[in-house]
């Protein structure tokens, strides 16, 4: 059996191609609104409830909110699970043991401490992927310890940290320069004088870097980002340590009063927001989440019809899916590339197609796209479009979603993939070498027909739940074991020093 959250994207895909029948995953709301979720140390975990052939099951699991791979976090609760005090106090003692090892106030010191080195002591731990201090050295002798750490590499923590790609809940996909650079000067030239970068690391360091070079664009940054380990390049008005899936500060109040500020300055005027999600992610909570920022920008704003300009980056096929939630925006053409990411990488020879789009709720009319990547004005949709995607007169619009010419088909009345045919057993266009019966041919994971799983454009999303319900069964049996164990229930006490180090650094990573 497959795991239910390994068909998150299925479930989410399914808006897109309308396809019913398959199984997965979705977000469900607590039986009683008021009941707090459980905690795990990413915050408030989500409720969830598996669906097959389109029917919920009726019993309910919280489970993370961030963590895609039950080996990052392992929480599981069924909705109406009573748990022992001891294992409350266990989980309590687990969340406080996966706090990262330093606070942020802590962070900030050792930053500022950094700084003043002479350039022949500044150095970086690539093992620990942290920046030393003489007095840390000793300790990190044997690793590979990288030094004269420039001011330059300090303003680009994204090239010295490693991508953590690995990670399914980071699932960190870096902008390819000439992407990025097209955001910060689309920004710019759109006027915006604040940005909340959310998941955005490397925009975030290419406005500033923009900004401190030249006067004439003066933006601020401010980034919110699960991933700790940025925390030790930036003062707490540039970072926050944050859970975009839960809306979760993982600093408190001092933090959420930092983006609260950030997004109310100057009444609110000149701010926007560009997130780029983990695309295993589910879109559900991340709107939920999107909608608590727009309501506390929305907070200091005096007239009350306008909305919080977003840029909201994400694959094509994710589009019905966020226009249910935001019904004012659009997708642009625009294909955004990554560096570190084999699919989406356009290649040394011409470009390979990138899946990714930006959807906003600018009107599409004032976004330039760059004429020397392709792009033209079409007069017609008023937008930029690429170059092959042709205006169709009968759907009356350029209607191709990934760049190629699309064809119009006159039958599904609409414009589909150049590859597909018309099937009138499935009564709509697909792939010609399909089996008539619908998902079980296409992706595993997003449930499109024209890729199989291991070329999927989402992150894979691994097995959860069902593991972790297994997990759950043979942890019971355990339990007896565990808890006669006075003082340490649920702590893997076997384990050498040396290998919960390893844990605490890789909880470090991925908290
Ligand atoms: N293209 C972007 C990076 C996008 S990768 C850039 O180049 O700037 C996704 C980002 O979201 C990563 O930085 C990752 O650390 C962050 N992320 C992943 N899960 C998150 C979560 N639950 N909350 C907040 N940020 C998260
Ligand atoms: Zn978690
Ligand atoms: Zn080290
Ligand atoms: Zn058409
Ligand atoms: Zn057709």
Redesign the pocket.
């Known amino acids: 059996m497959a795991a239910p959250r390994d068909q998150l994207g299925v479930l989410e895909a399914q808006g897109s191609s309308g396809r019913q029948g398959s199984w997965g995953v979705k977000v469900a709301f607590p039986s009683d609104p008021a009941a707090p979720a459980p905690l795990c140390p990413?915050g408030p975990t989500l409720l969830f409830v598996k669906v097959i052939q389109g029917k919920e099951e009726t019993r309910r699991f919280y489970a993370c909110?961030?963590c895609r791979d039950r080996k990052e976090c392992n929480f599981f609760q069924w909705e109406d699970e009573k748990l022992s005090e001891a294992r409350l106090a266990a989980r309590e003692a687990h969340n406080r043991r996966c706090l990262p090892p330093l606070s942020r106030a802590q962070c900030v010191d050792r930053y500022l401490k950094f700084i003043e080195l002479p350039l022949t002591q500044r150095k970086f731990c690539q093992r620990c992927q942290q920046l030393l201090l003489p007095g840390d050295w000793e300790k990190h002798r044997e690793h590979e310890v990288l030094g004269d750490i420039a001011v330059s590499q300090l303003k680009r923590p994204?090239q010295l940290l490693y991508p953590?790609e690995n990670k399914k809940?980071?699932?960190?996909?870096?902008?390819a320069d000439r992407s990025?650079q097209f955001l910060v000067d689309l920004l710019s030239t759109l006027g915006f004088r604040r940005v909340l970068?959310?998941?955005?690391?490397?925009?975030?360091e290419l406005i500033r870097l923009t900004a401190s070079g030249d006067k004439k664009s003066n933006i601020k940054s401010l980034l919110?980002?699960?991933?700790f380990r940025y925390s030790q390049f930036y003062l707490e008005d540039s970072f926050c340590h944050?859970?975009?899936?839960n809306h979760h500060f993982f600093d408190g109040k001092a933090a959420l009063e930092v983006c609260r500020a950030f997004l109310q300055e100057d009444k609110g005027e000149g701010v926007i927001m560009v997130t780029?999600?983990?695309f295993g992610?589910l879109v559900e909570p991340l709107a939920v989440t999107f909608k608590k920022l727009i309501a506390m920008w929305k907070e200091g704003q005096s007239q009350g019809d306008k909305e919080l300009p977003i840029f909201w980056?994400f694959p094509y096929f994710f589009e019905s899916r966020i226009c249910q939630f935001f019904p004012s925006f659009s997708m642009l053409d625009y294909q955004v590339d990554?560096d570190n990411h084999a699919l989406y990488k356009h290649g040394k020879t011409g470009r390979k197609q990138s899946p990714v789009r930006i959807f906003t709720n600018i009107p599409p009319s004032k976004i330039i796209l760059p004429t020397e990547e392709g792009y033209r004005f079409c007069p017609l949709c008023q937008r930029y479009v690429s170059s092959e995607n042709q205006h169709c007169e009968h759907c009356n619009s350029c209607s191709s979603k990934d760049g190629r010419k699309w064809n119009h088909c006159f039958l599904c009345k609409k414009c589909v993939k150049p590859s597909w045919t018309h099937c009138s057993t499935c009564d709509h266009c697909t792939v010609p070498d399909h089996s008539c019966e619908g998902p079980k041919d296409g992706c595993y994971i997003c449930g499109e027909l024209d890729h199989k799983r291991s070329n999927c454009p989402n992150i894979p999303a691994s097995r959860r739940a069902n593991k972790a319900v297994r997990k759950q069964k043979q942890r019971k049996s355990n339990k007896m074991k565990m808890e006669t164990t006075k003082g340490q229930s649920m702590n893997h006490t076997s384990v050498t020093t040396r290998k919960k180090r390893r844990e605490r650094t890789h909880q470090y990573l991925c908290s």
């Open positions: 990413h909110s961030a994204s953590l809940t980071n699932a960190q996909y870096l902008f990025c970068c959310v998941g955005t690391p490397r925009l975030h919110l980002d699960i991933d944050y859970n975009m899936f780029d999600p983990p992610g980056i990554y």
